[in-house]
């Protein structure tokens, strides 16, 4: 099945469900795919694109890191269906020369992927079905996101 690749955009807050959102956008920057994630999971995401390290390994730091002890790498996040409104994913390993599919919550599936410097894909059906038609995104509107981003707590979301 055909897939793109995306990268994430940030988190933002539904303002109407006061839920987090990650935005993960095409490399062409024509398609934004939002995802409705919780609490934590932003708070993961978000950690990871700002590069912070807590103290002690959080849960995705320590999958991380157990997949790094194995000696298995994190090869790529395919997001492959979408279900009664739920986002489904794939966690691709390559371990002992063979390929070994983890199956995730996307959310959970992108703050691995994040943490693991691994890409980000979504298949076309997915995508078809959910994206918003976006043009280019100017450098802009990126500051004023960024802007936002560094006035966001995620503390906020509790």
Request: net charge neutral.
């Amino acid at each position: 099945m055909k897939t793109i690749q995306m990268q994430v955009v940030g988190v933002a807050l539904d303002s109407r469900s006061n839920m987090p959102i990650v935005l993960l956008r095409d490399r062409n920057q024509n398609q934004i795919l939002p995802i409705w994630i919780g609490i934590f999971e932003a708070q993961a995401i978000l950690f990871a694109l700002e590069g912070i390290r807590a103290p002690r390994p959080l849960t995705h730091d320590l999958l991380r890191d157990i997949i790094s002890g194995l000696k298995a790498e994190v090869e790529s996040v395919v997001i492959n269906a979408l279900k009664d409104n739920t986002y489904f994913a794939i966690i691709s390993l390559k371990l002992n020369g063979k390929r070994v599919e983890i199956d995730s919550r996307p959310s959970d599936a992108i703050a691995i992927a994040l943490r693991a410097g691994s890409p980000i894909f979504v298949t076309e059906p997915v995508i078809n079905a959910t994206t918003m038609p976006q043009g280019p995104i100017d450098e802009e509107e990126i500051k004023k996101f960024k802007e936002s981003l560094k006035n966001f707590n995620p503390g906020d979301l509790q």
